[in-house]
């Protein structure tokens, strides 16, 4: 919940602000199926996690074995060699770790002026500077309407994906302009995503609807 009411907060300052800017769903595809588990391993020694630690966490996402079901019965067994097991409690974890990779390029991109962020003074006494939002699966991400970040961008995601085995699907990705965006067609081409329109929904709930609005909280209501 607090991440939609951040992301609504960010874009209504932005509009307030008459500032354009861009804001990036982003569909990540399979997310569990696809991480490279030395990408994860990598991960935890960035962060400052003991060796011994690190060859428990090694143990458990590798040893996994699978099979398959022939005519109702498991017939043999085989190794995996990336991703992490659906409903396993650990799971959610290690795919947090794995996107502190994307949020460490992201704001490293941030500070060195590469990616405008959005700023809100609504959600914090101070002004909150926002250039990206995770929630498991799902990452919203606040730019400049600029061809130069979005190329940035572009790089970023595409390397993120080379080194943690993640996949983007372009196709469920969508572009939002935020107040009027000259050529705006040609920036979604740019970073790869489709071009949408807000309102919109983000984990259930309305993004970026005009303040009053009632009629789009009816489907929530009607839940």
């Known amino acids: 919940m607090d991440a939609v009411l951040i992301a609504n907060e960010a874009i209504d300052s932005r509009v307030s602000q008459k500032k354009h800017g861009i804001l990036c769903k982003l569909d990540i595809e399979k997310a ?3 991480v490279n ?3 994860i391993l990598s991960m935890l020694r960035q962060m400052g ?3 011994r630690w690190i060859s428990w966490i090694k143990f458990c996402i590798s040893t996994v074995k699978f099979s398959v079901l022939v005519n109702g019965s498991p017939e043999g067994f085989f190794s995996a060699h990336r991703g992490i097991r659906q409903g396993d409690p650990l799971s959610p974890f290690m795919f947090i770790i794995a996107m502190e990779g994307l949020n460490n390029m992201l704001k490293i991109a941030k500070t060195t002026g590469r990616i405008q962020e ?3 003074s609504k959600v914090a006494r101070n002004s909150m ?3 990206h939002l995770h929630y498991a699966d799902d990452a919203l991400i606040f730019c400049g309407a600029e061809e130069e970040q979005l190329l940035i961008l572009r790089l ?7 080194i943690s085995g993640q996949h983007i699907n372009w196709n ?8 009027v965006v000259p050529d705006m067609e040609h920036l979604s081409q740019t970073l790869g995503g489709v071009t949408g329109t807000l309102p919109s929904v983000y984990l259930g709930m309305p993004l970026g609807a005009k303040s009053g609005a009632i009629d789009i909280w009816n489907p929530i209501l009607e839940k």
Request: proline share 3%; charged share 25%; net charge negative.
């Open 156 to 162: 970023i995601l595409v390397y993120f994906e080379a």
């Open 49 to 51: 996690f003991d060796s």
């Open 32 to 34: 569990y199926d696809h």
């Open 172 to 179: 469920k990705s969508h572009l939002y302009p935020i107040n």
């Open 37 to 39: 588990w030395d990408f």
């Open 118 to 120: 959005f700023e809100d």
């Open 129 to 131: 500077e926002i250039t």
